[in-house]
């Protein structure tokens, strides 16, 4: 996978801004239902305890995009990614609304991608044929496992037959770009076990793949009642046959946990990766924006409710700041260094309007320790042993 390489005839930046740092912008819209929250989950989901009021949330979604219009004008927007929550309760109706209500206040690049999660357990061939007919062009599902006893143990809602179905309906659809979720390290899994939902997955040729070891997270079920799972011996086997399975199938691992054929790699994913700019609306949803002379970061209310009341005004706005130095530092790392590809010297600059002096040190301290390469004079990335220890990689850049 190359690095991305930005045009500034791609963006379009009006005269006022003409000292502007030309990189990407996404979008991503917040949907934070759920039938039920998973005991592994720390996003911010809140299981639906009544109708879904999906008419009150896209009128408030749409005003939260038109009060930050301001913040962005003159740029268009590359990705779009609709995540949740499940998003794929909204109905074909409300969905096609959504994306209509963007594309009415928003200047999208041609060939934008449009990613929806779905969840097998809130899905049909109807629902999906309705997304695709509305602008979606990807979507993810959220299958996790195709082991109906994993399954049962993740509190998903769904069973192996749901995850089948959703991928069928998919294709019925159209979509000819989709990801599937799965997840290893699971409770009492075995290698074996693990491999059958990978070569299940293959064989739906699917163009791309999120590979997600189980972690115990705070704040979750699991944390308060942690379930037994495998020595980190046992996972590093697990995660080793999975990955060589997968690049026997042609996909490549670009990101610590995705895999993709050649050029269907996750553009809005990319993106937050490569430190790009992104606008978030609904409950919960953050933004990172750059404007000359700042990099600033906003948050949205958690709260379905309060979101939804507060929409469109300050007081939806719970969190604002403007990120230093080492803010930048260490938040550009954080994300570059999941890459395989890593960071350029030049694309840290620009990104981030920090001078190669900034991290000259932990960038010695990486390479001495054979955590980090230069591939030419520009050009880092994890080397092998980096990428197995790359928190400890990323730690060097927190000071």
Known sequence: MRAWQYNPG??????????????PLSLYVHVPWCIRKCPYCDF?????????????????????????????????????????????????????RLVQGLRSRLALLPGCEITLEANPGAS???RFAAYREAGINRLSIGVQSFDDDKLRTLGRIHCADDAHRAIEAAGTAG????????????????????????????AYRST????????????????????????????????????????VAGFQNYEVSAWALPGRQCQHNLNYWQFGDYLGIGAGA???LTSPGTIRRFARRRHPRDYMETAGSVQCTTES?????????????????????????????????????????????A???????????????PTETGRRFLNDVIALFLE
């Open 208 to 247: 791309h793949l999120s590979l997600y070891q189980l972690t115990i997270e705070p704040n979750t079920e699991f944390a308060n009642r942690p379930p037994s799972v495998a020595d980190d011996d046992t996972l590093w086997d697990m995660q080793q046959a999975l990955f060589t399975e997968l690049a």
């Open 286 to 288: 953050h933004s990172k």
């Open 10 to 23: 791609d963006y379009t930046v009006d005269a006022a801004m003409e000292s502007f740092p030309v990189v």
């Open 175 to 202: 979509f000819d770009n989709l990801n599937l979720d799965l997840m290893f390290g699971l409770p009492e899994q075995v290698v074996d076990e693990a491999l059958a939902d990978i070569r299940t997955a293959l």
């Open 321 to 365: 700041r403007t990120l230093n130095r080492a803010d930048l530092c260490f938040e550009f790392m954080l994300n570059s260094l999941r890459l395989a590809n890593g960071f350029t010297i030049s694309g840290f600059e620009h990104y981030t309007g920090l001078g190669q002096s900034e991290i000259e040190q932990p960038l010695r301290q």
């Open 124 to 126: 049909d061939n109807q």
């Open 44 to 96: 911010n989901s809140h299981p639906l305890r009544d109708t879904l009021p999906e008419n009150e949330y896209i009128d408030a979604l749409l005003r939260d995009l038109e009060s930050e219009l301001p913040r962005i004008w003159g740029r268009r927007i590359s990705s779009i990614f609709i995540g949740g929550g499940t998003p794929s309760l909204l109905s074909g109706n409300a969905v096609q």
């Open 367 to 381: 390479v001495d320790r054979g955590w980090l390469e230069y591939s030419d004079d520009d050009h880092v990335r």
